[in-house]
């Protein structure tokens, strides 16, 4: 279910309040100046003395003398605004704001609209059911519609006849009492419409399809589609204005850790409760602590995994509080979440389950604490284009794309098998060629060479350089050796 928190006349409430008006004296709001000016928007009380939208000021005190006239008040509107978007917030954490005035909110994980039992107004002051905002605002001064469907555009359509709240099922139950320009965004296909003889969307909706895309075309059939109640329920979500953001300061300053990490527990778990009822997840985490006589520091964590669970954003936190040092005591921090949208994986049923990134991520903050930055870190090869020459990079546990599929083929022939670390030997040479290999474990006739392949590299810093030869041993076996400047060694095993 989708819910609609339609303003009606939004501007003119909005300065009703920054200008009250006579209980029961005809208002309207005017736009413009001098010959341009025009009224926008009319109370119940000027449309039942014939004053109407579009209207000059003069025609407008024609049809009724004691018709009060005033002018936009754009702070009052921001404000009303602000109220609206905040108690849509209340009540689902999926809220797209159509229009100044008018909120769809996403229902679908409302506990009260997960059964299929019917629902009716609230009668009590729950500020998380939608069905008892009208009575909330009333008590502000305001006047809120609150329409309930399956869809965003049938909620919309309640919210539009709600007096102040309807809840309906299907689009048939209201499609009657709307009049066709309610519904089509275009005022000339209103107008066409009108000239057919249709008024009502109950009546597009019994036009057969096939006629209305002939003569309409795509704006028609998504009018038609929208009478059916085949409009998708996508909306476009707002991030919340308000920070996920919490303080703490302590008088007199603290000097051990364990009242800050249990002051971080106490502000995550609260700003984790934030964060589920929006519908939203922790994405990154910013902390700023305030030591008694130094700058603040601020300290940056990016999430893995978006998640809104306090444990696990703990968890990364840990690492990083079992080594923190202040020179002076802690007088306060700030922490700061970034929200994202949760993670949704589709379930693989050939494999395994997927590792928690959030536990991978702990893992490596102990690890980087425990062994330092510069010996932690993913192993890549160096671009020197040595043979044992590596480098490490900061660890991503993000899924990597899947690679294209390799144009060239493949190369073929045994692979070679490294020896960790290599084992060094003596090389009798014959005409600058080996011939016979010498280790500790013994000696062996070399039957065989390819070579030499020589390599070097650096030249502009730390030079080095080598000369590889593949050898056939009697016996069958082929190796890698190695010659550099301090002697031969075996550097690994092919097969």
């Known amino acids: 279910m989708f819910a609609a928190l339609l303003l009606p006349r939004f501007s003119l409430q909005a300065a009703r309040r920054a200008r009250p008006v006579p209980g029961g004296k005809p208002a309207a709001l005017v736009e413009g100046d001098g010959p341009k000016a025009k009224i926008r928007e009319v109370d119940p009380e000027a449309r039942a003395e014939g004053v109407e939208p579009g209207m000059s000021p003069a ?12 002018s936009r008040n754009r702070r009052q509107e921001e404000a009303l605004g602000r109220l609206l978007r905040d108690s849509a917030y209340r009540c689902s954490g999926q ?78 139950e209201i499609a009657g009492e709307l009049p066709i320009e309610e519904v089509a965004s275009d005022a000339e296909l209103a107008s066409l419409l009108r000239l ?111 998640t809104a669970e306090p444990q696990k954003l703990l968890e990364l936190l840990d690492p990083f509080l079992e080594n923190c040092r202040t020179a002076s005591p802690l007088a306060g921090f700030r922490l700061r979440i970034a929200p994202a949208l949760p993670p949704w994986h589709q379930p693989a049923w050939e494999r395994g389950t997927i590792p928690d990134p959030a536990r991978l991520s702990a893992t490596l903050g102990r690890l980087l604490s425990l062994m330092g930055e510069e010996r932690v870190g993913l192993p890549l090869p160096s671009s020197d284009h040595r043979p044992e020459g590596f480098l490490l990079e900061a660890f991503d546990p993000r899924l990597r794309p899947a690679l294209s599929a390799p144009t060239t083929p493949p190369v073929l022939g045994a692979p070679l ?41 650096r030249w502009w810093e730390e030079e080095w350089t080598r000369q590889e030869w593949d050898v056939a041993l009697r016996g069958g076996r082929i190796l ?7 002697g031969w060694r075996i550097e690994g095993e092919y097969g």
């Open 59 to 70: 025609q407008g005190l024609a049809r009724c003398p004691r018709l009060l006239f005033l």
């Open 95 to 172: 809220v797209e704001e159509r229009a100044p005035g008018l909120c769809l909110l996403d229902l679908r994980r409302h506990p009260k609209f997960q059964k299929e039992s019917p629902v009716g107004p609230g009668s009590g002051a729950d500020a998380s059911d939608p069905t008892a905002l009208p009575a909330l605002f009333q008590d502000s001064g305001y006047s809120l519609q609150v329409g309930i469907g399956p869809t965003p555009e049938i909620a919309l359509w309640a919210a539009r006849v709600a007096r102040p709240c309807r809840i309906v099922r299907r689009a048939e």
């Open 196 to 306: 057919w003889g249709v008024r009502t969307p109950a009546e597009l909706a019994a036009l057969p399809r096939e006629g209305v895309v002939e003569r309409l075309g795509p704006d028609g059939l998504s009018l038609w589609e929208r009478t059916q109640g085949k409009e998708g329920g996508l909306l476009q979500p707002l991030l919340p204005e308000e920070p996920f953001e919490a303080e703490r300061e302590w008088e007199p300053p603290i000097e051990e850790l364990r009242p800050l990490r249990e002051a971080l527990r106490s502000s995550l778990c609260s700003l984790g409760e934030r964060l589920e009822r929006e519908g939203k997840a922790a994405g990154s985490l910013s902390l700023v602590l305030r030591p008694e006589e130094e700058a603040p520091r601020e300290y940056s964590f990016s999430v893995p995994a978006p």
């Open 417 to 457: 098998r490294r020896f960790r670390p290599p084992v060094p030997a003596a090389v009798r040479q014959e005409k600058g060629r080996p011939r016979e290999l010498q280790t500790p474990e013994g000696t062996w006739k070399i039957e065989g060479t390819a070579g030499p392949y020589p390599l070097s590299g």
């Open 480 to 486: 890698r050796l190695a010659e550099l400047p301090e």
